[in-house]
């Protein structure tokens, strides 16, 4: 009964992962199209070559914060901040709707770049493999102690 139990657990488990994946999947592309549609109204405002450049620099600002705050957990309201500060140093006439735009568009593109959400932290498969592999490549050694003798 324990083993039925514990089978139909793991089915479970993993239909739940590949549905939360999936949503979260989904999300993130309902994310990066609402996004697109946001970037072409701003390059329609601005024209294209001002919003690319505009873009780039955005981006590098964005990688800089993200350097400075990533032994800094939960600090995601000073990245915000700190990316509106260095990107109005660069572009002063920028309004808080675009600031907030630059940094969704960095971020959705760099979320759309994840390939695996929800990686399995073991992988029987593979990872029993490796397990075997290993020990059968590596030699065991056993040392004999002579009597009245001690091992560490």
Known sequence: MNTLLNGVTGILIQAIYTIVGIATTYLISVVVSYLNKKKQSEITKIGADEYNSRATVAKGIFYQVEQLFKLIPGSG???????????????????????????ESVCGEINSQ????????????????????EAESTPIVIEKSSPGTTQA
């Open 114 to 133: 994840v390939t695996t959400l929800l990686a399995p932290a073991f992988d029987p498969v593979k990872d029993e493999a490796n397990i075997k592999g």
């Open 77 to 103: 309201e000073l990245k915000a901040t700190m990316f509106d500060k260095l990107l109005l140093a660069k572009f002063p006439t920028l309004t808080q709707s675009q600031l907030d735009h630059f940094r």
